[in-house]
């Protein structure tokens, strides 16, 4: 913190003493050294708040950048979604009907029955 050498605290005790005196030198050491704990605790308080309010506001970016990305990827996923629910719920033109005469009838003319198939021979089931 300071650059103080060993001469230089032997220096300043030796004024210490000759200025406050023997008797109060003491007592004067204890509060200075209760207020240097007072101010370092204080000085590590304020760095861990600092730390803490970097790293909230480092979250909040990350969080920030995150939701947009959701953002962008629920765009991506319900855009066709709703494109295709559009294009469903258009209404489309019926198709006509073919006219009686051009339904394909059956093998004996049912209109009923399905169509019979050109190349289809019937077999007897062989077991």
Do not use: N, W
Not at 28 to 35: D, F, K, M, N, Y
Not at 70 to 95: D, F, N, R, V, W
Not at 102 to 109: K, L, R, V
Request: negative net charge; charged residues 25%; glycine residues 6%.
């Amino acid at each position: 913190m300071f650059d103080v050498s060993f001469g230089e605290l032997i220096i300043i005790s030796a004024v210490a003493l000759v200025v406050i005196g023997p008797e109060k030198l003491p007592k004067v050491a204890r509060t200075a050294g209760a207020l240097l704990g007072r101010a370092q605790r204080f000085i590590s308080t304020v760095k861990s708040d600092l730390d803490k309010e970097f790293q909230l506001a480092e979250l909040a970016k990350v969080e920030a950048e995150i939701r947009a990305e959701a953002g962008h990827l629920s765009q991506t996923i319900h855009q066709p979604l709703e494109e295709a629910k559009a294009a469903l719920s258009e209404p489309t033109e019926p198709k006509e009907q073919p006219a009686a005469d051009e339904i394909p009838a059956g093998p004996q003319g049912d209109l009923f029955a399905p169509p019979a198939a050109a190349h289809a021979e019937s077999r007897p089931d062989r077991r």
